[in-house]
């Protein structure tokens, strides 16, 4: 699971959450986790498949989330 602690001042700061990428609605969404796993990570993802949703509901707003399976070629580096 690639996963990453949210910033103190953003909201749900300090929790952690899995590596997100926010879409429009007519991008392609094998595509645009390949290139964030690249951009914000480091790392190559291959074998991608989807693998459900989640839909979560805040007080505020509801927020479904697409769940993808895939392999890295590498373990990123974690930087503090």
Do not use: M, Y
């Not at 949210?6 to 609605?25: D, I, K, M």
Request: net charge positive; hydrophobic share 40%; aromatic share 4%.
């Amino acid at each position: 699971t690639l996963v990453g602690l949210r910033r103190g001042e953003a909201l749900l700061g300090g929790l952690w959450e899995p590596l997100r990428v926010e879409l429009e609605p007519d991008a392609d969404a094998r595509s645009a986790l390949t290139s964030r796993a690249k951009d914000a990570l480091g790392i190559e993802v291959s074998r991608l498949q989807r693998a459900g949703s989640v839909t979560h509901v805040f007080t505020h707003r509801r927020l479904r989330c697409e769940v993808w399976l895939g392999q890295a070629t590498q373990v990123p580096i974690v930087q503090d």
